[in-house]
């Protein structure tokens, strides 16, 4: 297998020094340096590491997991400024590099970023970019409504907040579809609404329709079986508090209470829900 710079790779271990293991991955052998050698490992083994290169430029495996890999998009933290650019906190000994040409900003020391990681083409360096607009996929989005995806929050706009979903594409959280505090570089699951005509998807936290009511009424159930027949929860409750604790929007748990009611699995009184006996 091609080994693939910037990614996890399983490598074998072809021999052993004592600043550390060998491991076969290419024309030359790249070392894996023995702080990061698990215990016991031997000739033959292999390893899942990831391969960058160290400050000489020289190719390098670690053990370590990167908290984003090459094509991915991630939220990171400026770790050290110069010169030639920002240097970002991506869980490596070394640093990952924004020069100034792919900041839209002048990064600040301590400041937090979106950024896309990718193999800069002149130098075949690992290198990041600000400029995470042209790394989006400009293929049609091949979702449905009702599709579970991925999403990672990016920022705050008039209508809501935009999205970067399953690593690929553009996307928006509508501000009446949000019953909790996102943040910038917040990973959620969400639903996919609809996909508009220019490509751009909306979005919403929870299911929509039956199913979204019918697989909370079994969860809304399991909670009061657990919770000793008990929910102080009710109609007027905020619809914050019955997010905080459920995770679903008010219109869907009144929808549940009434599908358990009507199904006589519940009582509502003054104080709350009570599983009917």
Do not use: C
């Not at 970023?113 to 290198?127: A, F, K, S």
Request: cysteine-free; overall charge negative; hydrophobic content about 40%.
């Amino acid at each position: 297998m091609k080994l693939q710079l910037g990614l996890i790779n399983r490598l074998t271990v072809s021999r052993s020094a004592d600043h550390g293991l060998y491991l076969s991955g290419g024309p030359e052998d790249i070392l894996l340096p023995k702080r990061y050698v698990p215990d016991g490992t031997a000739v033959g083994d292999e390893l899942d590491v990831f391969v960058y290169l160290d400050n000489e430029e020289r190719l390098v495996a670690t053990t370590e997991k990167p908290l984003a890999q090459v094509g991915d998009f991630a939220w990171l933290e400026v770790a050290w400024v110069n010169q030639f650019g920002a240097f970002l906190d991506w869980g490596l000994m070394k640093d990952l590099f924004v020069p100034f040409r792919e900041q839209k900003m002048k990064m600040q020391k301590g400041r937090s970023y979106l950024v896309h990681v990718h193999l800069d083409p002149e130098t075949y360096r690992i290198m990041a970019s600000a400029k995470v607009e042209r790394y989006l996929s400009t293929a049609w989005p091949p979702y449905h409504g009702g599709d579970e995806v991925e999403v990672l929050v990016w920022q705050k706009t008039d209508l809501g907040f935009k999205v970067i979903v399953d690593n690929r594409f553009a996307g928006l959280l509508f501000d009446d579809e949000i019953f909790r505090e996102l943040h910038s570089g917040d990973r959620l699951r969400a639903y996919v609404k609809q996909v508009r005509p220019d490509g751009k998807i909306d979005l919403s936290l929870q299911k929509k329709g039956q199913k979204a009511v019918a697989d909370f009424s079994e969860t809304l159930l399991e909670h009061l079986r657990t919770n000793n027949g008990f929910s102080a929860l009710g109609d007027k409750s905020p619809a914050e508090e019955i997010y905080a604790i459920f995770g679903v929007s008010k219109k869907v748990f009144k929808k549940a209470v009434g599908d358990l009611y009507r199904r006589r699995l519940i009582a509502i009184e003054d104080d709350g829900l009570h599983l009917s006996k």
